[in-house]
C-alpha cells in the first residue's frame, strides 16, 4: 500500500513539474509574439539586438563566393552614413539576417531568389500575419552576444574527430551495475555508486570538449529546424535542406546553455546528462555530420538572412514613399519626389540627367543631403531593387564619394592630400561605369588652383564612362563647365530676421551668397559683418581686394 502512494504521490509531482513547465513556457511564446508584433508593425520601437562591431566575415564569405561582385569602399560607406542607415533599418531577430542586411548595404549579395528583396517586403507589407509567423520561427535561432556567429560555423571545419568508446564504456559499466543490484543488491548498489561518480567526474572534462564548439553546433541545427518550419509553413525555398532535418535527432539531449537553469525538469535532465554522457556521444556524432554538410549550412545561414533581411526591410518600408526601382546599362538618372530615408520629415525633388551635374547653391541650402540620397538610392535600386521615391531609374553604376574628407593625424597628412587621394581613385575608376559624387571640389587648397584645378578635374571625369555628381561654392566651375556638365542649384529665403530653405532643386545656377548674413543671425559682433560685407562690394566694383 505504501509503495502505491509513494508511485501516485511521484507521477503526480511529476505531472505538476510538467504542467507547470507547459505553462511557463506557453506565457513567455505568447509575450514573445506580441513582441515581434510590435517590432515589425510600430516604426518607432527600437531593436535592441545588433552585430558585432567591425566588418562581419559573412561580407568576405560573399566577396569570395562572388569574386566579380563590387562592394563600395570605407569613404563611400562613411560619406553615405551606411553604418546609421543599417541601424535605422534593422528590424532582424537573428545574426544572419543582420549579417545579411549589412552586406546587402556594401554589395549585390547575388542571392538565387527570383524576387527583389523589394517584391519580397512588398508581400509581408500586405500579409503581415505571414510576416510575424516567420519572425517567430526565425526568433528560435540562438543569438550570441557580440560574436560574429557565421564565423562560429567557418570554425566548425577545424573540430576535431573524436571516438565513442570512453562514453559507451561508461554505459555498458552502469547498465552491468543495474543488473547486479538484481542479484546481488549490497554489491549491485556499491557498483553503481561508484559509475555515478566516475561518470560525472569523466563528464566534465568532455564537456570541455564540447564547449568549443558547442554554440557552432547549436547554431547549425537550429537554423535546420527554422529550415525545416519554414518549409512546413510554404517557404518553398526551404525545401531543398529537407534531408539535413535528420542531424535534428535528439537534440533535446544536448544542452546548450553555459550555465544552470532554475526549470526542475531541466535540473533533472542535467544530471541524467552527466550519469550518462548521452550528450557528449549525440554532440561526438552531429559535429562529425555537420562538417560533411559544411557548405550547405553555409548556404542555409545566407538564405535564412535573405529572409530575415526581406522582413527587416518590410517593416522599415512599410512607414516611407518606396517604389520599384529599374536598373539599366545607361548612364542616366531618372527620379522623380527623391529623398533621403534618414530625414524624419523630407523634402522630395526631380532629377532627370544623362549628363555630369554641377551643383551650386549656399550654405545650408541642401546640396550635401541631396547627394547623399542620390547615392544611397542607386545604391538601394541595384541591391534592394526599391527606391525611396515615386519611380526611379539609374545605371549599374559602382558607386565612388568623396564628401566628408578629414585630415589624417595620424598618417601625417594634410587635408588636401587626403582630399586628393580620395578623389583619384574616382579618376582611377571613371573608365568603368560608375557614379561619382563629389562634394565642396578641393576645397583644401588656394582659390585659383582650386578653380583651375577643379575644372580640369571635372571636365575630365565627363568625358568618361561615369556620371558625375559635384557640389561647388565656386561659381566660376559654372562658366568653365557649362559646356559639358548641367547645373542645378538650392536656394534660401532671406527675410530681415531670418533665413529660411525650402530643399527645393532648380536647374541652373544659383546666385545668392549667405555666408555673411549667418554670421550676423548668429551673433558675430557688426564690426565683423560690416568689414566683410565692405571687402565683399569691394571685391565685386572692383575685381581684386586691394
Request: glycine share 6%.
Given at each position: 500500500?505504501?509503495?502505491t502512494?509513494?508511485?501516485?504521490?511521484?507521477?503526480?509531482?511529476?505531472?505538476l513539474l510538467?504542467?507547470?513547465?507547459?505553462?511557463?513556457?506557453?506565457?513567455?511564446?505568447?509575450?514573445?509574439?506580441?513582441?515581434?508584433?510590435?517590432?515589425?508593425?510600430?516604426?518607432?520601437?527600437?531593436?535592441?539586438?545588433?552585430?558585432?562591431?567591425?566588418?562581419?566575415?559573412?561580407?568576405?564569405?560573399?566577396?569570395?563566393?562572388h569574386?566579380?561582385?563590387?562592394?563600395?569602399?570605407?569613404?563611400?560607406?562613411?560619406?553615405?552614413?551606411?553604418?546609421?542607415?543599417?541601424r535605422?533599418?534593422?528590424?532582424?531577430?537573428?545574426?544572419?539576417?543582420?549579417?545579411?542586411?549589412?552586406?546587402?548595404?556594401?554589395?549585390?549579395?547575388?542571392?538565387?531568389?527570383?524576387?527583389?528583396v523589394?517584391?519580397?517586403?512588398?508581400?509581408?507589407?500586405?500579409?503581415?500575419?505571414?510576416?510575424?509567423?516567420?519572425?517567430?520561427?526565425?526568433?528560435?535561432?540562438?543569438?550570441?552576444?557580440?560574436?560574429?556567429?557565421?564565423?562560429?560555423?567557418?570554425?566548425?571545419?577545424?573540430?576535431?574527430?573524436?571516438?565513442?568508446?570512453?562514453?559507451?564504456?561508461?554505459?555498458?559499466?552502469?547498465?552491468?551495475?543495474?543488473?547486479?543490484?538484481?542479484?546481488?543488491?549490497?554489491?549491485?548498489?556499491?557498483a553503481?555508486?561508484?559509475?555515478?561518480?566516475?561518470?560525472?567526474?569523466?563528464?566534465?572534462?568532455?564537456?570541455?570538449?564540447m564547449?568549443?564548439?558547442?554554440?557552432?553546433?547549436?547554431?547549425?541545427?537550429?537554423?535546420?529546424?527554422?529550415?525545416?518550419?519554414?518549409a512546413?509553413?510554404?517557404?518553398?525555398?526551404?525545401?531543398?535542406?529537407?534531408?539535413?532535418?535528420?542531424?535534428?535527432?535528439?537534440?533535446?539531449?544536448?544542452?546548450?546553455?553555459?550555465?544552470?537553469?532554475?526549470?526542475?525538469?531541466?535540473?533533472?535532465?542535467?544530471?541524467?546528462?552527466?550519469?550518462?554522457?548521452?550528450?557528449?556521444?549525440?554532440?561526438?556524432?552531429?559535429?562529425?555530420?555537420?562538417?560533411?554538410?559544411?557548405?550547405?549550412?553555409?548556404?542555409?545561414?545566407?538564405?535564412?538572412?535573405?529572409?530575415?533581411?526581406?522582413?527587416?526591410?518590410?517593416?522599415?518600408?512599410?512607414?516611407?514613399?518606396?517604389?520599384?526601382?529599374?536598373?539599366?546599362?545607361?548612364?542616366?538618372?531618372?527620379?522623380?519626389?527623391?529623398?533621403?530615408?534618414?530625414?524624419?520629415?523630407?523634402?522630395?525633388?526631380?532629377?532627370?540627367?544623362?549628363?555630369?551635374?554641377?551643383?551650386?547653391?549656399?550654405?545650408?541650402?541642401?546640396?550635401?543631403?541631396?547627394?547623399?540620397?542620390?547615392?544611397?538610392n542607386?545604391?538601394?535600386?541595384?541591391?534592394?531593387?526599391?527606391?525611396?521615391?515615386?519611380?526611379?531609374?539609374?545605371?549599374?553604376?559602382?558607386?565612388?564619394?568623396?564628401?566628408?574628407?578629414?585630415?589624417?593625424?595620424?598618417?601625417?597628412?594634410?587635408?588636401?592630400?587626403?582630399?586628393?587621394?580620395?578623389?583619384?581613385?574616382i579618376?582611377?575608376?571613371?573608365?568603368?561605369?560608375?557614379?561619382?559624387?563629389?562634394?565642396?571640389?578641393?576645397?583644401?587648397?588656394?582659390?585659383?588652383?582650386?578653380?583651375?584645378?577643379?575644372?580640369?578635374?571635372?571636365?575630365?571625369?565627363?568625358?568618361?564612362?561615369?556620371?558625375?555628381?559635384?557640389?561647388?561654392?565656386?561659381?566660376?566651375?559654372?562658366?568653365l563647365?557649362?559646356?559639358?556638365?548641367?547645373?542645378?542649384?538650392?536656394?534660401?529665403?532671406?527675410?530681415?530676421?531670418?533665413?529660411?530653405?525650402?530643399?527645393?532643386?532648380?536647374?541652373?545656377?544659383?546666385?545668392?551668397?549667405?555666408a555673411?548674413?549667418?554670421?550676423?543671425?548668429?551673433?558675430?559682433?557688426?564690426?565683423?559683418?560690416?568689414?566683410?560685407?565692405?571687402?565683399?562690394?569691394?571685391?565685386?566694383?572692383?575685381?581684386?581686394?586691394t
Amino acid at each position: 500500500m505504501g509503495g502505491t502512494v509513494f508511485y501516485i504521490c511521484l507521477i503526480l509531482l511529476v505531472l505538476l513539474l510538467v504542467i507547470s513547465s507547459l505553462i511557463r513556457t506557453n506565457d513567455k511564446k505568447k509575450a514573445r509574439k506580441q513582441y515581434l508584433r510590435d517590432l515589425f508593425c510600430d516604426p518607432q520601437k527600437n531593436n535592441p539586438l545588433s552585430r558585432p562591431a567591425g566588418e562581419p566575415s559573412f561580407l568576405g564569405y560573399l566577396a569570395k563566393k562572388h569574386p566579380g561582385r563590387f562592394v563600395i569602399d570605407r569613404i563611400t560607406a562613411e560619406d553615405l552614413q551606411i553604418g546609421d542607415l543599417f541601424r535605422a533599418m534593422n528590424r532582424c531577430v537573428s545574426f544572419p539576417g543582420m549579417d545579411m542586411l549589412y552586406s546587402t548595404l556594401f554589395t549585390d549579395t547575388g542571392n538565387e531568389s527570383e524576387k527583389s528583396v523589394y517584391e519580397e517586403a512588398k508581400h509581408f507589407i500586405s500579409d503581415k500575419e505571414s510576416a510575424i509567423s516567420c519572425l517567430e520561427i526565425l526568433d528560435r535561432i540562438p543569438r550570441y552576444a557580440d560574436t560574429d556567429e557565421f564565423m562560429i560555423l567557418e570554425g566548425l571545419a577545424g573540430a576535431k574527430d573524436s571516438g565513442l568508446a570512453a562514453d559507451l564504456l561508461v554505459i555498458v559499466l552502469l547498465i552491468l551495475s543495474l543488473v547486479l543490484v538484481s542479484f546481488y543488491p549490497a554489491a549491485g548498489f556499491a557498483a553503481l555508486l561508484v559509475m555515478i561518480a566516475v561518470g560525472i567526474a569523466s563528464y566534465f572534462s568532455g564537456r570541455r570538449v564540447m564547449l568549443e564548439h558547442l554554440k557552432g553546433v547549436s547554431l547549425s541545427l537550429r537554423l535546420i529546424e527554422a529550415a525545416r518550419d519554414l518549409a512546413s509553413y510554404g517557404r518553398c525555398e526551404f525545401s531543398r535542406y529537407e534531408r539535413l532535418t535528420s542531424l535534428c535527432r535528439f537534440n533535446g539531449l544536448i544542452s546548450y546553455r553555459d550555465g544552470t537553469s532554475s526549470d526542475p525538469l531541466s535540473i533533472i535532465l542535467d544530471y541524467v546528462r552527466m550519469i550518462t554522457h548521452a550528450d557528449i556521444m549525440i554532440y561526438k556524432r552531429k559535429i562529425a555530420k555537420i562538417k560533411k554538410e559544411r557548405d550547405e549550412i553555409l548556404s542555409l545561414y545566407r538564405d535564412i538572412g535573405h529572409l530575415d533581411m526581406c522582413l527587416s526591410v518590410a517593416s522599415y518600408i512599410s512607414s516611407k514613399q518606396c517604389c520599384g526601382a529599374y536598373v539599366n546599362d545607361r548612364r542616366c538618372i531618372e527620379a522623380k519626389q527623391l529623398y533621403h530615408p534618414l530625414i524624419a520629415d523630407p523634402v522630395c525633388n526631380d532629377i532627370s540627367t544623362y549628363d555630369p551635374v554641377l551643383l551650386t547653391g549656399s550654405n545650408a541650402s541642401g546640396k550635401s543631403t541631396f547627394l547623399k540620397a542620390v547615392g544611397l538610392n542607386v545604391l538601394f535600386a541595384q541591391n534592394f531593387g526599391l527606391a525611396f521615391a515615386e519611380s526611379f531609374t539609374a545605371g549599374a553604376f559602382h558607386v565612388y564619394t568623396s564628401m566628408a574628407v578629414r585630415d589624417d593625424l595620424k598618417g601625417g597628412n594634410s587635408y588636401y592630400v587626403v582630399e586628393a587621394r580620395s578623389i583619384k581613385r574616382i579618376v582611377d575608376a571613371s573608365d568603368s561605369l560608375s557614379l561619382c559624387i563629389i562634394d565642396e571640389v578641393l576645397r583644401g587648397t588656394n582659390t585659383v588652383e582650386r578653380i583651375a584645378a577643379s575644372s580640369a578635374l571635372l571636365r575630365f571625369l565627363s568625358g568618361k564612362n561615369c556620371l558625375c555628381f559635384a557640389a561647388t561654392h565656386d561659381r566660376e566651375l559654372c562658366t568653365l563647365l557649362n559646356d559639358c556638365m548641367v547645373m542645378y542649384h538650392f536656394t534660401e529665403e532671406i527675410n530681415e530676421d531670418n533665413v529660411t530653405f525650402p530643399f527645393l532643386l532648380k536647374e541652373g545656377v544659383s546666385d545668392r551668397t549667405n555666408a555673411i548674413r549667418l554670421l550676423d543671425m548668429l551673433g558675430f559682433d557688426q564690426s565683423i559683418i560690416k568689414t566683410a560685407d565692405g571687402l565683399v562690394a569691394r571685391y565685386k566694383e572692383t575685381g581684386n581686394w586691394t
